[in-house]
Structure formats: structure tokens, C-alpha cells
């Protein structure tokens, strides 16, 4: 986040990109616990989630509340401490951004209680109602952006988020509760495939998105928004080349049961940490001019 006040100053970003990068971190690992348990995955790669799906939804619950009071703040243009609850409870039911804030919290709170319930339950449940909700959490505030005045840019936006999320919760979900040899071996090949798919549906969805916005060559360099898309390109780059690698020996590794359980969670929290500069960029450019 700090590159990204350097490289987009005087512009931006606002000081919520902070949280928003919080809270997008929090939803693609909610989507990812959910993916986990899904016919993409062989059935004995499938962990134990539920309990890390309850804690996971009730952090991002709490990112996503303290985003709709930092953005009802700044509607009613005083600090947090000034706003009255008549201001807040208009920019809730009046606002759109408050509307879709609602909306934001109430399908993270769902994940949460879902999680609790599947936990405390017995039985096996599905995790589609998690995914859902996960998604639409994850696209309502992107999709009110600039690409929403563009033929079917909301639906371009969606489909960057969700490839993005895919990306990094997925694997961030194995890191969380895998914790055997053989799990790791059946389920590291299966993101791989949908990591290699999401960096291209991120590729083809981010050139359009900022080829709108930026307007033309010049304003990559003359401003802050399009600074920040020129290092978030490089750091898809980066992520792609270490992606080569790690699928290089990594994978092979995995795959023939050589590598320790830690040491698969240790490269997995290494590649989830550029994977998270990644999304920083992306929140920064969010409330970039």
C-alpha cells in the first residue's frame, strides 16, 4: 500500500484502500475454503473447513462493517466520531454505495453463520451456499465503478474480481487446512489449472478495464491511476514467472508425496504474499482518480 501512495500522489488512493485490501484478502480465502470442498477437488484432497470458514466470515464481517462506516464518514465529510446516526442510517437506505454495504455485510455475516452451523452440525452440507455468498459480497463495490457506465463492464469487473479471488483464496484455503502429503498431492495439480486460467481471465479483463480508464499511453505515466496499473502489471508478471517455477519443482515434488506438509504451507504462504501486493494495487486503484 505504501508503493501505491507513492506512485499515485497527489491522486489518491483513500486511506479505506487499507481495508478494502483487508477485506478482499478475507473473501477470496472464504471462497477458496468453499472451492475446497467442491466436485473441482478429488473427494480425498477435502478438508475439514467449517471452523475456518466461521472465523475466516467473521473477520471479513467486521472489515466490511468498518468500510461502510469509514465510507458513510466520508459521505457526511467528518471524521467518524461526528456522524450523526440520522446521517448514517440515510446513507444506509438513501445511498447506493450504503445500500450495496448492506448487502456486503449481510452475505459475510451469512458465511460466518453458515460456517458455525456446518461446524456444529453432524452431517455433511454443501458449500455452494458459502461460494455464493462469498461472490456476491466480493462484486457488489467493485461493480459500481467506472466500468458500470461501459457495455457490460460490470460484467467485466465481476469476472477480474472473481478470477482474482479465485487465485489467491483457493490457495490460500490449502495452506489454512491441508495437512497431509496426500492431499497436498491431489490438490496442488487442480489449482494449478485454476490459477493458470484465472491469470489469463485477469489479463484479458485488466487490459479493458484500464485501456478504459486511462484513455491512451500518456496517462500510464501523467497519472497516479495509471502508475499504480503499470506496477500491478509487473507484478503480475512476477507472479506468473514464479508460478512457472513453482509448477516447475514444486509440483513435481508434490505430486510424487517428496515434499513435507510444511514445507508446502511455507512456498504456499510465499506466493499468497506477493498474491496480496497484488490485491493492495488493486484496492489502491480502486480509490485512485
Do not use: N
Request: aromatic share 6%; glycine share 10%; with cysteine.
Amino acid at each position: 500500500m505504501g508503493a501505491a501512495w507513492l506512485l499515485a500522489r497527489p491522486d489518491g488512493p483513500d486511506p479505506s484502500s487499507v481495508l478494502r485490501v483487508l477485506a478482499d484478502c478475507l473473501g477470496a480465502t472464504a471462497l477458496g475454503l468453499a472451492l475446497l470442498r467442491t466436485d473441482l477437488f478429488p473427494v480425498r484432497s477435502r478438508p475439514p473447513i467449517w471452523r475456518t470458514t466461521a472465523v475466516i466470515g467473521g473477520l471479513w464481517t467486521v472489515a466490511e462493517s468498518a468500510l461502510v462506516v469509514a465510507a458513510a464518514a466520508e459521505s457526511y465529510g467528518g471524521g467518524i466520531g461526528t456522524l450523526p446516526m440520522s446521517s448514517f442510517g440515510s446513507f444506509l437506505t438513501d445511498i447506493t454505495v450504503g445500500q450495496l454495504g448492506i448487502v456486503s455485510v449481510l452475505c459475510t455475516a451469512g458465511v460466518c453463520v453458515y460456517g458455525l452451523v456446518a461446524f456444529r452440525g453432524s452431517r455433511e452440507v454443501t458449500t455452494v451456499p458459502v461460494a455464493v455468498l462469498a461472490v456476491v459480497a466480493l462484486v457488489a463495490r467493485p461493480i459500481t465503478g467506472h466500468m458500470s457506465q461501459q457495455p457490460f463492464g460490470a460484467l467485466f469487473v465481476a469476472v477480474h474480481v472473481v478470477a482474482a479471488a479465485v487465485w489467491l483464496g483457493v490457495l490460500a484455503g490449502m495452506a489454512l487446512t491441508l495437512r497431509a502429503k496426500g492431499a497436498w498431492a491431489l490438490a496442488l495439480p487442480v489449482y494449478s489449472r485454476l490459477a493458470w486460467w484465472s491469470v489469463w481471465i485477469l489479463a484479458v479483463s485488466g487490459t479493458i478495464d484500464a485501456a478504459v480508464k486511462v484513455g491512451g499511453l500518456g496517462g500510464l505515466v501523467d497519472t497516479g491511476y495509471g502508475r499504480i496499473v503499470l506496477a500491478k502489471t509487473l507484478l503480475l508478471v512476477i507472479l506468473v514467472l514464479l508460478a512457472r517455477k513453482l509448477r516447475s519443482d514444486w509440483l513435481v515434488a508434490v505430486a510424487a508425496h517428496r515434499a513435507k506438509v510444511d514445507e508446502s504451507v511455507v512456498r504456499a504462504a510465499a506466493h499468497i504474499c506477493v498474491l496480496t501486493s497484488a490485491f493492495g494495487l488493486a484496492a489502491a486503484l480502486a480509490t485512485t482518480a
